[in-house]
């Protein structure tokens, strides 16, 4: 589609959104291209759609993989071309998002866990006009930095939802574990977890690159306070380290989770984690992509200005079984 196009196009969608109201390895990068067949249908017959992702995950991340996942998928459904990259460091994602506009895509997708170190590279989108799809966070910011869209979780709900699960199980003394310092979405689930269990969580920092260290914190809080009944953390791939970080404390506190993968499954199966949060991950790399091309062929927008939300759902010993087949097939 020519730049005037996208401009108009971007130019008469605008007003539409502005009527509605709404881990991870630093450093790390990954790149996965699906090229568009030339079968495609509708509008991208040629194969001329070509849209780019960038999010603040890493290869190798269990969460990030599906989201690449459904992002891969739903190029090849669709006929268009997907250009998948990550960092965790927000002013590399920042550059992957500038090159993205530089090379004249048609449609950008973004996780906006910092959004402030994202703010001028998405203004060049803007600016050149090409649509951009916020994913998984930053969805209070995604109508202000002038996205048609945004596909997640709303974290602060999410985490309500999780700290009202606690509430009813009788925790009161809850440790929230964040593995990534300046993520505005992990302030988000604690917050939230605060607000659904009627009292303050305990907040505890750790780092997701270095987990063994990570475990050896966990431990030594639950020695120093024996009182904390729960340990609620906010990726998948601390959940199980902290499950092994209360036996090596002699604690019975209780470990919840968000966000799925082989080994939390695993766990809810053996009874060491409780439940998981769900998000969906797969959908917020599919359904961005179907949207780009929609608005791309048709000028449509989802959504009016407020986020499609992906989630929350709970995963627990009740209806873990069915969700383990898909899980190991990568889509959830």
């Not at 987990?211 to 120093?224: E, H």
């Not at 053996?270 to 992509?289: K, M, N, R």
């Amino acid at each position: 589609m020519a730049r005037r196009k996208r401009l108009l196009a971007l130019t008469l969608a605008t007003p539409l959104v502005l009527l509605g109201c709404s881990t991870e390895n630093s450093g790390g990068e990954s790149e996965t291209t699906a090229a568009a067949p030339s079968g495609g249908g509708g509008g991208a017959a040629d194969g001329d759609l070509q849209f780019a992702v960038v999010t603040h995950g890493s290869a190798g991340d269990a969460f990030w993989d599906v989201v690449q996942k459904g992002a891969l998928k739903a190029g090849d459904d669709l006929g268009v071309g997907v250009d998948y990259q990550s960092d965790g460091d927000p002013q590399r994602q920042s550059q992957l998002i500038e090159a993205a506009v530089n090379e004249d895509v048609d449609g950008i997708v973004v996780s906006m866990a910092n959004p402030d170190a994202l703010e001028d590279s998405l203004a060049a989108a803007r600016t050149a006009g090409i649509p951009v799809v916020t994913i998984n966070s930053g969805a209070d910011r995604s109508v202000e930095f002038g996205a048609i869209g945004h596909v997640g979780q709303d974290e602060t709900i999410a985490g309500q939802g999780a700290g009202q699960r606690l509430a009813a199980e009788g925790r009161k003394n809850v440790l929230c574990v964040v593995h990534e310092a300046g993520n505005i979405g992990l302030e988000q689930r604690c917050d939230g977890a605060s607000q659904g269990l009627g009292t303050d969580v305990r907040l505890l920092q750790v780092d997701i690159n270095d987990l063994q260290g990570a475990q050896s914190t966990i431990t030594s809080q639950l020695q120093a306070d024996p009182s904390i009944d729960a340990v609620l953390t906010l990726n998948s791939a601390v959940a199980p380290i902290a499950a092994s970080a209360a036996s090596d404390a002699g604690s019975t506190a209780e470990i919840a989770t968000f966000d799925l993968n082989g080994d939390v499954i695993a766990a809810i199966q053996a009874g060491t984690v409780s439940f998981a949060v769900d998000q969906q991950q797969y959908e917020q790399g599919y359904l961005p992509i179907v949207m780009l091309k929609l608005y791309a062929e048709n000028l449509n927008t989802v959504g009016g200005g407020r986020a499609v939300l992906t989630g929350p759902g709970i995963v627990d010993a009740e209806n873990v079984d069915t969700i383990a087949d898909l899980a190991s097939a990568g889509t959830r």
